[in-house]
Each structure stands twice: as structure tokens, then as C-alpha cells.
């Protein structure tokens, strides 16, 4: 496709990490817009839904309030469980998936976690509520909770570095974000399984592309 009408302005690079965007933002013009995944989200959730805090502690309040107690108060073996919950929803999260037996059967597989939580009826619970909008956010929200929002592309064209390491989640994103997407990364480099990356992204990615680049060359030493 011919991006040649596309403005700096209306496109969006997206890293992974910090690091990575520090490197973008020193080569691009400076009217190009550069995000983490998270602080693309976090730009989306501010533009729909205006200025909300991060809270790191939202899961955890939200499921205090739901059973009456906070955690720390807990015996220890309660406490593991509700911690096994909050992650596990993260996990949800990142997978796009609701909270079942099935979905964290795959999950516990995937990220090599603990036993699943047996309380689905407070895991879905939970879930639910997470998903309202209270002005606050924490880190695994960022991203899930502007997914919703993006009724239509903000930015007409946006670059993905590190697309071997696409969650479900992240690629649904960067899906609806822009109008066109460019990805770049490495197939081979696939081995983030744990950390939410979708081994079969590259696969995904292909199938939806119109053009399909691949470097006849290997770099790597």
C-alpha cells in the first residue's frame, strides 16, 4: 500500500519498553507520536474517558470489597488463594478470555501458573466489576480497559516493533488503534509464552497482511 498521504502526525510508533522508545523518539520527526503498548492505552483511556489515577491496588481493593476483608488480614492460606485470583484475572485479561474452568485450564498451561482458582462465581465477579469504569486503572487495565473504547482508528497508520511478542489482547489493540498497521519482528524470537506473548502471533499477523516482508538475510550473531 502506498502510505505516501499519511502525515507524521497521524502515526503512532509502539515499543514494548521504555528503552525501545527512547530509541524511536531519537530518530523520528518530532510531531510523530511514540508509546508504549501501556502508554497507548493509558493515552486512549485519558482522550475517551478524561484523567484517571494508576492504582497498582484496584484488583486487590476491588476483591476486599467484595469479601468483606482486606488480605493482609487473612489467614495464609486464603491469602494465596486471593492472590492466585488477581493473577489469574490478569491473565484473562491479556488472553481476552472470561473467567471458566476451560479459559483457566488454557491459562495455567500457558503461563505455567499455580492450580486454577475454584471460585469462579467471585472470579467473574470481579471481573466484571473491573471492567467499570471508576477513574482509576492499574498496570494490566491499561490496555484491556481502552480495547472497549475504540469505536474507530485514532491514527491512520501505526508502526509495531517486537510483533513476535504480541499477546491477543495487544494485537486486537493495535488492530483497532490505527487504520493500517505495519509490523516488524522476528518469528524465530517467539518465546515469551509466559509473559502473554501469543506464539502463533506471527501466524496471525500473516493472515490478516496484505504484504508479507520477510529479510532473506539473518542479522543475528
Known amino acids: 500500500s502506498n502510505f505516501s498521504h499519511i502525515t507524521t502526525s497521524q502515526t503512532v510508533f509502539v515499543a514494548f519498553n521504555e528503552s525501545t522508545k527512547q ?48 488480605i493482609q488480614d487473612v489467614q495464609y492460606r486464603e491469602k494465596l488463594e486471593y492472590n492466585n485470583i488477581l493473577k489469574y484475572l490478569s491473565c484473562c485479561k491479556e488472553e481476552l478470555l472470561d473467567p471458566s474452568p476451560d479459559n483457566f485450564f488454557r491459562i495455567q498451561e500457558k503461563y505455567g501458573l499455580n492450580a486454577a482458582p475454584t471460585n469462579i462465581e467471585l472470579c467473574q465477579t470481579i471481573f466484571r466489576i473491573m471492567a467499570q469504569w ?44 490505527a487504520r493500517h498497521v505495519i509490523f516488524t519482528g522476528d518469528p524465530y524470537q517467539s518465546i515469551n509464552a509466559f509473559a502473554g506473548a501469543d506464539y502463533e502471533a506471527f501466524e496471525k499477523v500473516r493472515a490478516i497482511s496484505k504484504i508479507v516482508l520477510p529479510l532473506k538475510t539473518c542479522f543475528r550473531m
Open 23 to 70: 530509541q524511536f523518539i531519537e530518530k523520528l520527526p518530532s510531531n510523530c507520536k511514540v508509546f508504549t503498548f501501556n502508554g497507548l492505552g493509558q493515552s486512549v483511556l485519558f482522550k475517551k474517558k478524561g484523567f484517571a489515577a494508576l492504582d497498582h491496588g484496584r484488583g486487590q481493593k476491588i476483591l476486599e470489597s467484595i469479601i468483606g476483608k482486606r
Open 134 to 177: 471508576n477513574k482509576s486503572f492499574q498496570w494490566s487495565d491499561q490496555i484491556w480497559m481502552a480495547l472497549p473504547l475504540l469505536t474507530s482508528p485514532m491514527y491512520e497508520l501505526a508502526y509495531v516493533d517486537e510483533a513476535n511478542d504480541l499477546s491477543p489482547l495487544r494485537l486486537e489493540f493495535v488492530l483497532r488503534v
